[in-house]
């Protein structure tokens, strides 16, 4: 259970987030500072730990980042433009940081 969790979580996040940001069901007014917000503080801190959970856990990394990479493309394309594609290189390189992060706690036990 831990490991589906550890892999969707993430993605289903990053997809209410951008719902929430962009829609004016929840948020009246809304200037679109808090998927800015997102870009720079919630996303990145999702996929780095998505890295330390799935070393933890001993799941697939790389199936993880996709999920997650996939998720937040599709926000993108539903309701960013094409200047915050290139965000999505920087998150997969921080969760593969905090995978790397995961292994090395993991070999300190």
Request: charged share 5%; hydrophobic share 60%; aromatic share 18%.
């Amino acid at each position: 259970m831990m490991k589906i969790l550890n892999m969707f979580f993430p993605a289903i996040a990053i997809l209410i987030i951008g719902f929430v940001t962009f829609s004016n069901t929840f948020i009246q007014q809304t200037d679109h500072k808090y998927f800015f917000v997102s870009l720079i503080i919630i996303y990145p801190l999702l996929f780095l730990l998505q890295g330390v959970g799935t070393a933890l856990l001993k799941t697939n990394i790389f199936l993880s980042l996709v999920v997650s990479a996939l998720g937040f493309l599709v926000t993108v394309f539903l309701w960013a433009n094409s200047s915050a594609l290139g965000y999505v290189i920087v998150y997969l390189i921080i969760g593969f940081l905090g995978y790397g992060l995961g292994r090395f706690f993991q070999r300190g036990k």
